[in-house]
C-alpha cells in the first residue's frame, strides 16, 4: 500500500501560473498525493488573472511584489518567506517551474530544508548566461539542485546530460504549456476587450505583437517598431495588435513610434484566456518572448523572435519559428517575405511543433511515481 505524500508547488509569475495549472490539476486528482500551493507573487495581478482562470487557491501567499523591485528584493524576500513554509508545510518534494527568480529560490529554499526538487521544464539553454537575463542563469542553478528533471523535449535531456546530471533522474515529458492550452483557446470564444471587438479578423491579416525583454530596451526595441511601422504602412490588409508591456520605457517608445499610426491597435496587456485567443485569430506573431515560440506553433501560426538567440532551438529546427534578431532590416525583409509568399508561410504554418500534444502533466505524475518507486517501469518520453 502506497503511503500518501506531499509535494509543494511553488511559482511567482504569470506563465509559471499558466504552465504549472495542468500539474496542479494533476496532482489535486491524485488519490495517493496531497497537493500544497505557495506563490510568491513577485507579479501580482498577472498572477492573481490566471489563478481565478484555473481556479487555483493557494495555500501560502507571500505577496513580495512592490513598486521598483529589484532581482535583490524579489530573491531575498521570496527566500526568507519561503523557509518559513516549508518549515511549517514539511513537504516531501517541491516543484518549481522554468527559469525565474522565484524557481531557483524555491529550489535554493528546498536545498537548504534537504527536500527533493522536481523542475518542470528542465534543460532549456540559450548558451548565454546574460541573455535571457536573469533566466538563463536561473536554469542552470536550479538545475545544479535539482533531483528530478522533467524536460520537455530530447534537446533539454541532451542539454542536462551535457552538463553532468544522471540519465536516470530526466524525464522526457513535453511541455506543460501546451496542456494549459488547449483547454483554454476555443474557435466560439468571443472577446471583451472593446478594441479587439471591432477587428476584421476575415478581412485583414492580424500581426500579434508583444516585447518586454530587458536586454532588448532602448535602440533594439526601436529598430523593431520602426520595422513594424513600416510593415503596418506597406500593407494595408494588415493590422498590426499590440498588447503593450507595463515597462515605462517600452511603454514611451511605442507611443513615440507606432502611436500615432493606422491599423496599430495599442491596448493593455491581456489575461491568458483572450491572449491565446487572440494568437488563435492571429495570421502572424512577432516577439521576444520565451513561451510564445511554444504556444504559437501549435495553433499554426508562424513565429519570428526578436532576440539574438533562443533556448527554444528546437521551434527553429522544425521550422514554426524563426530567429529575427533586434535589427530592422531583418525583421523588416522577414515579415514582409511571409506576407507576400504564401509558400513561405505556409511552410511555418503546418510545421510540426515539438513541444507537446497535452499529455505533459500526466507525464511528469508518472514520471514522480516511478522516482518514488510506485511504478516499475519508466514512463515513455515524448517524441515529435
Not at 502506497?2 to 495549472?21: C, D, H, Q, S, W
Not at 511528469?364 to 517524441?383: D, N, R, T, V
Request: hydrophobic share 40%; charged share 25%.
Amino acid at each position: 500500500m502506497m503511503e500518501k505524500r506531499k509535494i509543494l508547488v511553488v511559482f511567482g509569475t504569470r506563465p509559471e501560473a499558466i504552465k504549472m495549472a495542468p500539474v496542479v490539476k494533476a496532482l489535486e486528482q491524485d488519490e495517493h498525493i496531497t497537493c500544497r500551493v505557495a506563490v510568491t507573487a513577485q507579479h501580482r495581478e498577472m498572477l492573481d488573472q490566471v489563478l481565478h482562470l484555473f481556479a487555483i487557491q493557494p495555500h501560502y501567499d507571500l505577496n513580495i511584489m512592490k513598486a521598483g523591485q529589484t532581482l535583490y528584493d524579489i530573491t531575498s524576500r521570496a527566500l526568507l518567506g519561503l523557509r518559513d513554509i516549508l518549515q511549517e508545510d514539511k513537504p516531501d518534494m517541491v516543484l518549481v517551474h522554468g527559469d525565474t527568480t522565484t524557481t531557483f529560490v524555491g529550489s535554493l529554499a528546498a536545498f537548504y530544508e534537504q527536500i527533493p526538487v522536481g523542475h518542470v521544464e528542465a534543460g532549456l539553454r540559450s548558451g548565454d548566461k546574460y541573455s535571457p537575463f536573469p533566466e538563463e542563469l536561473n536554469r542552470r542553478l536550479t538545475g545544479v539542485i535539482s533531483t528530478l528533471h522533467f524536460a520537455p523535449t530530447t534537446q533539454a535531456r541532451e542539454n542536462l546530460l551535457r552538463e553532468g546530471l544522471g540519465e536516470d533522474n530526466i524525464y522526457i515529458t513535453g511541455n506543460t504549456v501546451i496542456d494549459a492550452l488547449l483547454e483554454t483557446v476555443g474557435d466560439t470564444y468571443e472577446f471583451q476587450e472593446p478594441a479587439l471587438k471591432k477587428l476584421d479578423f476575415q478581412g485583414q491579416r492580424v500581426i500579434t505583437v508583444t516585447t518586454h525583454r530587458r536586454e532588448n530596451l532602448g535602440e533594439p526595441m526601436r529598430q523593431m517598431y520602426r520595422a513594424m511601422r513600416d510593415i503596418v504602412r506597406e500593407f494595408p490588409d494588415v493590422t498590426l495588435v499590440f498588447p503593450v508591456h507595463k515597462n515605462p520605457a517600452v511603454r514611451a517608445l511605442v507611443k513615440e513610434i507606432l502611436g500615432a499610426e493606422e491599423r496599430v491597435v495599442l491596448i493593455e496587456p491581456l489575461d491568458y484566456q483572450p491572449f491565446v485567443n487572440l494568437m488563435n485569430k492571429s495570421h502572424l506573431i512577432l516577439t521576444d518572448s520565451g513561451g510564445l515560440q511554444e504556444e504559437a506553433p501549435s495553433l499554426g501560426k508562424p513565429v519570428l523572435v526578436l532576440r539574438e538567440n533562443t533556448e527554444r532551438p528546437e521551434a527553429v529546427k522544425a521550422g514554426t519559428v524563426q530567429l529575427v534578431g533586434t535589427s530592422y532590416e531583418k525583421i523588416y525583409k522577414t515579415t514582409k517575405e511571409l506576407l507576400s509568399n504564401e509558400a513561405a508561410y505556409e511552410k511555418m504554418a503546418q510545421a510540426v511543433n515539438p513541444y507537446g500534444d497535452g499529455q505533459t502533466s500526466a507525464r511528469i505524475l508518472e514520471a514522480i511515481y516511478h522516482w518514488w518507486g510506485w511504478k516499475e517501469e519508466k514512463p515513455q518520453p515524448f517524441s515529435r
